[in-house]
Nanobody
Framework: VQLVESGGGLAQAGGSMRLSCTVS????????IGWYRQAPGRERELVAR???????NYADSVKSRFTISRDNAKNTVDLQMNSLKPEDTAVYYC???????????WGKGTLVTVSS
């Protein structure tokens, strides 16, 4: 499975940004695709994920601000980020997780910088 992120860059606090993850390869019927982030000096953390059935999970810090969605026809998973805060600054990674195996794949990441 290959994952390619796009859409990162610089935004002002209070602004919006949309990240997109394009997924290709052999995708299991039961899987999760998630967005994680890692800020300098901090551990990688889950931001949001969406299951193959459409169920979603969000970190408390982004609930009501971020929305994860998927387009199965285009094999993309997007993360719409609104009301951005400087503490959202991080490298954002797309992750594919297959429960059976288990199997884990990561994209190379895209940098999101939020200025105050």
């Amino acid at each position: 499975v290959q994952l390619v992120e796009s859409g990162g860059g610089l935004a002002q606090a209070g602004g919006s940004m949309r990240l997109s993850c394009t997924v290709s390869g052999r995708i299991a019927s039961v899987h999760y695709i998630g967005w994680y982030r890692q800020a300098p000096g901090r551990e990688r953390e889950l931001v949001a994920r969406i299951g193959s059935g459409g169920a979603t999970n969000y970190a408390d810090s982004v609930k009501s601000r971020f929305t994860i969605s998927r387009d199965n026809a285009k094999n993309t998973v997007d993360l719409q980020m609104n009301s951005l805060k400087p503490e959202d600054t991080a490298v954002y990674y797309c992750n594919y997780r297959q429960v059976v195996g288990p199997v884990d794949f990561w994209g190379k990441g895209t940098l999101v910088t939020v200025s105050s």
